[in-house]
T-cell receptor, first 114, second 108 residues
């Protein structure tokens, strides 16, 4: 089954404690991306990656890091989380080129920073 | 960048009613998708529809790319249709730009 898997799904953490949200896809997609969703603001892109070892900033990259060492994985790293990073996070992947443009989302990760 | 506007922002329906949700975008696009976010937060693909009309059960969508809008039709609404409906268009670099969404509440 084609899927994007995120972990953890729910997390409460404290300010300053580094955390990583993992994302893995099994569709051999080149493109992967992270979004955050906040009330009244919709989904905003944090970082994206067009392929292995290629990453770029989205609209709201401050306070986040990513890496793309393998095609299937695209972890989101919060080096020193702050309360304003409390949000619902989505990982997504998509094939590029003519092989299909539907974007697939993970189930979301609810993060609370206290 | 591309601006995406959705209307209405909120909609309350009686079960069995029909509705039309609208998405306007400010520039030509190669990709437009509709999503449903259920009460548990999951985003579900409804349609990939850069142009033309598609139907899937009680849902259908039409995109008129030359006039820069898309419509999502929900017929015979059910309580399980409740949630937030997002329209998203693809900008450069495969980036999806989302509208703010339409919150739909279907009452039994």
């Amino acid at each position: 089954e084609a899927q994007v898997t995120q972990n953890p799904r729910y997390l409460i953490t404290v300010t300053g404690k580094k955390l990583t949200v993992t994302c893995s896809q099994n569709m051999n997609h080149e493109y992967m991306s992270w979004y955050r969703q906040d009330p009244g603001l919709g989904l905003r892109q944090i970082y994206y990656s067009m392929n292995v070892e290629v990453t770029d900033k989205g609209d709201v990259p401050e306070g986040y890091k990513v890496s793309r060492k393998e095609k299937r994985n695209f972890p989101l790293i919060l080096e020193s989380p702050s309360p304003n990073q409390t949000s619902l996070y989505f990982c997504a992947s998509k094939a590029t080129g003519h092989s299909g443009n539907t974007i697939y989302f993970g189930e979301g990760s609810w993060l609370t920073v206290v | 960048g591309i601006q995406v506007e959705q209307s209405p922002p909120d909609l309350i329906l009686q079960e069995g009613a029909n509705s039309t949700l609208r998405c306007n975008f400010s520039d030509s696009v190669n990709n437009l998708q509709w999503f449903h976010q259920n009460p548990w937060g999951q985003l579900i693909n409804l349609f990939y529809i850069p142009s033309g009309t598609k139907q899937n059960g009680r849902l259908s969508a039409t995109t008129v790319a030359t006039e820069r809008y898309s419509l999502l039709y929900i017929s015979s609404s059910q309580t399980t249709d409740s949630g937030v409906y997002f329209c998203a268009v693809e900008e450069y670099g495969n980036k999806l730009v989302f509208g703010a969404g339409t919150i739909l509440r279907v009452k039994s």
